[in-house]
């Protein structure tokens, strides 16, 4: 099945800064998502995004299908962006969606 | 707004004990989902439904069953507890009707969670 691989698994930031988080993928897809997990466990999809740019706010999200990669912006971080972003890809030759093992990010005020 | 409810937040469990975890969706979504979250491994995914009565397995089944009698809920079921079912269990829905395929790729919408405890 397909391999999902995220990096770095932990980012500590001050309130304010930018960050980039990383997925990278073992073979060709064309679906994945981003979601945030919340340090209460709550999981909401952040976005839909299997090629192209995608921006909502301060997070924006790009995907290069064919390098077997996707990047998620966050600008201006804000300590309410502290949790555990993953993503998530669907494997239809296996009928799955695939987990990566997330980043954690924390931001401190 | 779409909401997931799951009928605990935190449930401890014995060894050998048969455990029910219920999902509720109130937005008529076609598909359901179970996963279980443990640290360093991500979301993995123990079952899914597609329609009323219909259940696929995902990647770790093993241990665990499923029922969806009703659109709206679905319940996951652990037979006989073990210690290594110590996880969080997270349930979600996606609207795509279909089989498989748009059940993968449709927007999930999840369950706030419940935290279960074999001891």
């Known amino acids: 099945g397909i391999q999902v691989e995220q990096s770095p698994p932990d980012l500590i930031l001050q309130e304010g800064a930018n960050s980039t988080l990383r997925c990278n993928f073992s073979?060709?897809?064309?679906?994945l998502q981003w979601f945030h997990q919340n340090p209460w466990g709550q999981l909401i999809n952040l976005f839909y995004i299997p090629s192209g740019t995608k921006q909502n706010g301060r997070l924006s999200a790009t995907t290069v299908a064919t390098e077997r990669y996707s990047l998620l912006y966050i600008s201006s971080s804000q300590t309410t962006d502290s949790g555990v972003y993953f993503c998530?890809?669907?494997?239809?030759?296996?009928?799955?969606?695939?987990f990566g093992t997330g980043t954690r990010l924390t931001i401190i005020p | 707004d779409v909401k997931v409810t799951q009928s605990s937040r935190y449930l401890v469990k014995r060894t050998g004990e048969k455990v029910f975890l219920e999902c509720v969706q109130d937005m008529d979504h076609e598909n359901m989902f179970w996963y279980r979250q443990d640290p360093g491994l991500g979301l993995r995914l123990i079952y899914f439904s597609y329609d009323v009565k219909m259940k696929e397995k995902g990647d770790i089944p093993e241990g665990y069953s499923v029922s969806r009698e009703k659109k709206e809920r679905f319940s996951l079921i652990l037979e006989s507890a073990s210690t290594n079912q110590t996880s969080m269990y997270l349930c979600a829905s996606s609207l795509l009707s279909g089989t498989v395929l748009p059940a993968l790729t449709d927007t999930q919408y999840f369950g706030p969670g419940t935290r279960l405890t074999v001891l």
């Open positions: 073979d060709s897809v064309n679906n």
């Open positions: 998530a890809v669907a494997d239809f030759g296996n009928e799955k969606l695939t």
